[in-house]
Nanobody, 123 residues
Framework: VQLQASGGGLVQAGGSLKLSCAAS????????PGWFRQAPGKEREFVAA???????YYADSVKGRFTISRDNAKTTVYLQMNSLKPEDTALYFC??????????????????WGQGTQLTVSS
């Protein structure tokens, strides 16, 4: 499956932004989607993922501020980001894998990666 992330941009601290990820030619019925991010000079880190049953998982750093969701047709996954902080600045990647894993927080366990969309939060 090919993933296309969009919606990144420049926002002030405290603001909000919503990222989208579309699965080209496929739906997320057969895949578990998620989001990772990578800040300059840092390793990629888990942000959020959502299971087939709708249960969502979040990194502690974004819990309560970010929300992952998907549309009813399961063709697009979203990441609503509120109360943004400068430390949220990163390249955000949409990811997917065919089956859920308890090691969802590890980037090596995700098979499909989108090209990334940049979020910059100014202080």
């Amino acid at each position: 499956v090919q993933l296309q992330a969009s919606g990144g941009g420049l926002v002030q601290a405290g603001g909000s932004l919503k990222l989208s990820c579309a699965a080209s030619g496929r739906t997320f019925n057969d895949y578990t989607p998620g989001w990772f991010r990578q800040a300059p000079g840092k390793e990629r880190e888990f942000v959020a993922a959502i299971r087939e049953n709708g249960r969502a998982y979040y990194a502690d750093s974004v819990k309560g501020r970010f929300t992952i969701s998907r549309d009813n047709a399961k063709t697009t996954v979203y990441l609503q980001m509120n109360s943004l902080k400068p430390e949220d600045t990163a390249l955000y990647f949409c990811v997917a894998r065919t089956r859920w894993t308890v090691q969802y927080y590890s980037d090596i366990h995700w098979t499909y990666w989108g090209q990334g969309t940049q979020l910059t939060v100014s202080s």
